[in-house]
């Protein structure tokens, strides 16, 4: 058996242990009791301490020596092992135990604090994590910005310099549509009050028009949504608001958007390296794609407007125009999973910002809640109303994602550029979708991006689905566009 052959039954372990380790997440968020905390947060730990072991296994250096790359997959294969393994190196087994156990505890304090209004309860653990992560980046980044450090986690290759000045290109002409739209009169929001359990059979009906399959899948609720697993199994997660069945769906639909980028992958690539997305950004760019561009659409609200018309009888909205320019209504807000397109990525560009100040050292924790408020109030112009609505609104730094925000909005500038090759070739795309019918899009999608996981790199990725270096232009192009001819600009 060849040293390439060794290290890949090798790695198929690893990558199904590391499943296993996600599985325990996803139940803690949706099925686990309460009371089970403590003990998850060691089972969490137990996990991470057989994890670093085998990722730093001395065997896996000697295969490296000497494996042979036959073809482009193997290269892959171990140019991410080598990654991960150089990587995984540097950080030593108790740091890595600490960390699993410690964003576990910090997870249900969070959620605690977050119910209560309580940013005080919160605040010393968010303050054990980020020592935790800054101590993770310092041993990683060597001479480098330890931010960037913890950014090449969910996409390689970035860093914040970069990423700044991408955001500070899009910024002003965010800002700039901001200004205009919300000088024209704001659609009403929705008014009348939507069964739950007809919303989560409306939500599942539109997970199925995008191409979800349930049979390697299943749609939960959860306090904040999310996606996980990979391969055979690919779990996604929804919540409801009785007055707002928009949260509900769209969640659904972006949710969706990345359990079909992961259920898209060619199965060749199956608990190896390539068989998951290849970064956070692409990710995104696969969830905003499908629950933007696509979902939000013109073509597509029309045919879902008759589906909740058929769902849940007369619920406000007199006709098609009217409930595309509600579903895509600017106003303002305070939760950026719930913001419009247009100021999304201000929401984003404010935990930027602050994230990579903490990891600095130039912001304290004790001082995080006021300099979000100052941030927010600058951005948004109005203040923030209470702690759930301003810093305790994401799970993200509980659970010691720091670096993870920034994708967010690269994953919309890789939607942007996506969406432009898309309908050059599918030009009968929006008769599609007013039938309700997605199937040439994510065909289109899986055949030129899904299938291939982890084969390229991030931006290669982009590059070769649409031809071109992705860029900020395509995102501000599309959004002016629309927004322009549903407020009259």
Not at 138 to 166: C, F, H, I, K, Q
Not at 311 to 325: L, Q, S
Not at 463 to 476: I, Q, R, V
């Amino acid at each position: 058996m060849g040293a390439y052959t060794e290290l890949m039954a090798f790695q198929r372990e690893t990558e199904a242990l590391s499943q296993i380790a996600g599985r325990l997440g996803w139940d803690q968020e949706t099925m686990m009791p309460d009371g089970a905390t403590p003990q998850r947060a060691e089972e969490h730990a137990a996990m991470a301490n057989i994890l670093h072991a085998r990722r730093i296994d001395p065997r896996i250096g000697e295969w490296l020596e000497t494996a042979q790359a036959t073809d482009d997959v193997a290269a892959a294969n171990l140019l991410h092992i080598r990654r991960d393994y150089e990587r995984t190196a540097k950080v030593p087994a108790r740091l890595a135990a600490e960390l699993a156990k410690t964003t576990s505890l910090a997870h249900r304090v969070w959620a605690r604090a977050r119910a209560e209004e309580d940013v005080a309860a919160f605040l010393p653990m968010l303050q054990k994590v980020v020592d935790l992560r800054r101590e993770e980046a310092a041993a990683v980044a060597g001479n480098t910005d330890p931010y960037d450090a913890l950014l090449d986690d969910y996409e390689p290759g970035a860093t914040g310099a970069r990423l700044s000045a991408m955001f500070a290109a899009l910024r002003p002409r965010l800002v700039a549509l901001r200004a205009a739209i919300l000088d024209k009169p704001v659609p009403a929001p929705l008014s009348t009050h939507f069964d739950e359990a007809a919303q989560l059979a409306l939500s599942e009906k539109l997970a199925l028009s995008f191409g979800y399959g349930l049979a390697n899948g299943r749609i939960d609720k959860a306090v904040h949504p999310f996606s996980s697993g990979s391969g055979l199994d690919v779990r996604i997660t929804t919540r409801t608001n009785p007055t707002d069945p928009f949260n509900c769906f769209y969640s659904t639909i972006h949710e969706v958007g990345h359990a079909a980028y992961e259920q898209g992958i060619d199965d060749a690539h199956l608990l190896t390296p390539l068989g998951r997305g290849v970064s956070m950004g692409v990710h995104e760019s696969q969830s905003r794609i499908y629950e933007n561009q696509l979902g939000r659409s013109r073509a597509y609200t029309g045919w879902l407007f008759g589906q909740m018309r058929d769902a849940f009888g007369d619920f406000g909205v007199a006709d098609e125009e009217t409930f595309y320019a509600t579903v895509n209504r600017v106003h303002d807000g305070f939760i950026r999973t719930e913001a419009d397109e247009v100021q999304y990525n201000l929401h984003v560009l404010l935990r930027f910002d602050l994230e990579r100040a903490l990891i600095a050292g130039d912001l304290a924790v004790t001082d995080l809640e006021a300099a979000w408020n100052d941030r927010f109030q600058a951005d948004f112009g109005y203040p923030v109303d209470k702690p759930s609505n301003g810093v305790l609104q994401d799970v993200h730094w509980s659970e010691g994602l720091f670096g993870y925000f920034p994708t967010y909005t690269l994953g919309n500038v890789y939607a942007g550029s996506l969406h432009v090759a898309l309908r050059d070739a599918v030009p009968d795309l929006d008769a599609d979708l007013a039938r309700g019918d997605t199937s040439n899009a994510t065909d289109w999608l899986r055949a030129n991006l899904q299938q291939y996981g982890g084969l390229r790199t991030p931006v290669e990725t982009i590059t070769h689905a649409t031809g071109t270096a992705p860029s900020e232009a395509p995102l501000l192009d599309y959004l002016e566009e629309k927004f322009s001819a549903i407020y009259r600009l």
